[in-house]
């Protein structure tokens, strides 16, 4: 059964390194990141955008299941409630769900987000966003890996190792 690995959590807790670091020690494997649906200017919220970007999130990893290729994908975004892994999954083949929140403390994450800013890879307004979603996680199902002392690759091979994260995908 094909695998789908679903890694949710706040901007600057390690998704996108973790879901690079997943598809690189995986067999077979693909990484999406849910903000590609979703990078757009001007980024505006409404029911309309937000279910335009799910139905172009629930597409691409519907494919996946279908080809023969690859056994494996990994899919990371902010998803900050059980409603919106839900919605994720919604209508998707069935295939075999790992579902992961990462964490880390907030005075960890505000560094990596001061970081990111510094760098030009995220907005002044990153910190205040970041640190209001941190409560949010774990989300109810998956299984929670605090990444604040941890590199990318640690992680990842906490997430292969887990035994208890395997669910059907209906039910995580």
Same mark, same amino acid.
């Given at each position: 059964?094909?695998?789908?690995?679903?890694i949710?959590?706040?901007?600057?807790?390690?998704?996108?390194?973790?879901?690079?670091?997943?598809?690189?020690?995986?067999?077979?494997?693909?990484?999406?990141d849910?903000?590609w649906?979703?990078?757009a200017?001007?980024f505006v919220?409404?029911?309309?955008?937000?279910?335009?970007?799910?139905?172009?999130?629930?597409?691409?990893? *519907?494919?996946?299941?279908?080809?023969?290729?690859?056994?494996?994908?990994?899919?990371?975004?902010?998803?900050?409630? #059980?409603?919106?892994?839900?919605?994720?999954?919604?209508?998707?083949?069935?295939?075999?769900?790992?579902?992961?929140?990462?964490?880390c403390?907030a005075?960890?994450?505000?560094?990596?987000?001061?970081?990111?800013?510094?760098?030009?890879?995220?907005?002044?307004d990153?910190?205040?966003?970041g640190?209001?979603?941190?409560p949010?996680?774990?989300?109810?199902?998956?299984?929670?890996?605090?990444t604040?002392?941890?590199t990318?690759?640690?992680a990842?091979? #906490?997430?292969?190792?887990?035994?208890? *994260?395997?669910?059907?995908?209906?039910g995580?």
């Open positions: 059964m094909k695998s789908l690995w679903l949710a959590g706040p901007m600057g807790a390690g998704k996108s390194a973790v879901g690079r670091e997943l598809r690189d020690a995986l067999p077979r494997s693909v990484y999406l849910g903000d649906c979703w990078d200017r001007p919220v409404t029911e309309e955008t937000k279910r335009m970007v799910l139905g172009n999130i629930r597409h691409l990893l *519907a494919a996946f299941p279908n080809c023969s290729e690859y056994e494996n994908v990994v899919f990371t975004w902010v998803m900050p409630s #059980r409603a919106v892994v839900d919605a994720v999954l919604e209508g998707l083949p069935p295939c075999g769900v790992r579902a992961f929140s990462l964490t403390s005075p960890e994450l505000e560094r990596r987000l001061r970081g990111d800013i510094l760098s030009g890879l995220r907005d002044g990153a910190v205040r966003r640190l209001s979603y941190l949010l996680y774990p989300i109810p199902g998956t299984a929670e890996i605090d604040t002392y941890l990318a690759h640690q990842a091979m #906490r997430i292969i190792d887990w035994k208890g *994260a395997s669910r059907d995908g209906r995580i």
